[in-house]
């Protein structure tokens, strides 16, 4: 089914705040083969001058993801989640995100275009402390595969 | 950590050379969160038309930024980071899994102290990400 182009600046409400703890940033940085001790020792993070340990670029996807789940699972997109693939991802750091960090994420569907016989999605969203810091901001392209012209 | 005047245009960074097996993606999908089934589930990404399961774009995206924070020395120095996903990295369910190979080059020396790293990810002979480019911010 093609994508409902009417979701071009629709925006979600801010996800409830995320509290980044020193486990999962361990096990992030564990999964992505990362053993740089700033990911995983306290005091190594502490002597370059952060808070607690500090999480891998990458990290804030993961808290990103949620906010852009909602937009892809809104039913009235149409988007089949079995076709999707991320197509481009940015990041724009402030300063990085550390353990102990209450976060909340809020995203707006930027654009949706076609090209070819995909169709793509672009999302921006911003990561901000519940102080209301900003920390990260981010732009992310989702292609829906094969889905460009089929149906109403 | 690295200083903005030890650092030339057209400098290579460190390279590195990893392997992407099932594991690792069951790994990275338990700490994303990202469960999609086709970095999991042969049967799913088969039905649609994916050669077999791959390997989340993200996790390639967070190998390549590692050759930067160890470089760099201050993995909180990285002011963005960006790439398109330009070839999946399939996953074949052996021991052997698939070789990805990152090298980085400094592209440009900005004001600030910050400066551009251009990255390339390759599996075989095919760039699996494009378009990668860090911003770190050094000491001045």
Not at chain 1, 27 to 51: K, M, Q, S
Not at chain 2, 68 to 90: H, L, M, Q
Request: glycine share 10%.
């Amino acid at each position: 089914m093609a994508l409902n182009p009417a979701f071009v600046g629709k925006e979600y409400p801010s996800s409830p705040p995320y509290l980044v703890g020193r486990e999962h940033i361990r096990d992030y940085a564990t999964a992505i083969g990362d053993h740089n001790p700033v990911f995983h020792n306290v005091d190594a993070a502490r002597e370059l001058g952060y808070p607690d340990l500090v999480a891998p670029p990458t990290f804030a996807f993961t808290l990103t993801m949620k906010a852009i789940a909602m937009a892809m699972f809104d039913p009235d997109l149409g988007l089949d989640y079995g076709r999707v693939v991320h197509g481009e991802q940015h990041f724009d750091y402030e300063r990085p995100i550390c353990a102990g960090d209450e976060l909340t994420v809020g995203a707006v569907v930027a654009d949706i275009h076609t090209a070819g016989r995909n169709e793509f999605v672009t999302t921006r969203s911003s990561v901000t402390t519940v102080a209301g810091e900003l920390v990260v901001t981010t732009r992310e392209v989702i292609v829906s595969r094969g889905t460009a012209g089929t149906g109403a | 950590m690295l200083g903005y005047d030890d650092v030339s245009v057209g400098d290579n960074l460190p390279g590195l050379t990893t392997r992407l097996r099932r594991i690792d993606l069951v790994m990275y999908a338990g700490a994303s969160g990202d469960y999609n089934p086709i970095h999991w589930n042969e049967r799913m990404a088969k039905a649609v038309g994916l050669p077999d399961v791959i390997a989340h774009g993200m996790l390639t995206m967070a190998t390549a930024c590692r050759i930067v924070t160890e470089w760099v020395g201050d993995p909180g120095a990285i002011s963005s980071y960006e790439a398109r996903f330009s070839r999946p990295v399939v996953v074949p369910d052996d021991d052997e899994g698939t070789e990805v190979r990152i090298e980085g080059q400094v592209a440009e020396k900005l004001s600030g102290g910050r400066v551009v790293v251009d990255i390339t990810a390759t599996s075989g002979d095919e760039q699996v990400l494009k378009h990668v480019r860090a911003v770190a911010l050094l000491r001045l």
